[in-house]
Nanobody, 124 residues
Framework: QVQLVESGGGSVQAGGSLRLSCSSS????????MGWFRQAPGKEREGVGR????????WYADSVKGRFTISQDNTKSTVYLQMNDLKPEDTAMYYC?????????????????WGQGSLVTVSS
């Protein structure tokens, strides 16, 4: 079955960096849309970025543009979220998600499979 497993979360001071990994299994990794989302305590889940593993197209939320970068390693069926210049407001549970239908990336609502989340805490 489809599985997404995030790792790499932790605690960091403001201005620091972390890299989250999302390891995929149970479906063909290439040519699908992957998404990263986050949910802070008391807030709604928000989209952070989307990445197509075949085309390489990307979309980032304005709040992370220029600081976060999504990349892939096809040999490991893994998508990464590199987070630089972290701010306290980036503190959240981060989730990866997958649309395995082969669609291009078009919406934060297109994902049907989700990982369990990885906690990122940024202190000031």
């Amino acid at each position: 079955q489809v599985q997404l497993v995030e790792s790499g979360g932790g605690s960091v001071q403001a201005g620091g960096s972390l890299r989250l990994s999302c390891s995929s299994s149970g479906y063909t990794f290439r040519h699908n849309c992957m998404g990263w989302f986050r949910q802070a305590p008391g807030k709604e889940r928000e989209g952070v970025g989307r990445f197509h593993t075949g085309i390489g197209s990307t979309w980032y939320a304005d709040s992370v543009k220029g600081r976060f970068t999504i990349s892939q390693d096809n040999t490991k069926s893994t998508v990464y979220l590199q987070m630089n210049d972290l701010k306290p407001e980036d503190t959240a549970m981060y989730y990866c998600a997958a649309d395995i239908t082969g669609n291009v990336c078009y919406s934060n609502r297109q994902f049907e499979y989700w990982g369990q989340g990885s906690l990122v805490t940024v202190s000031s």
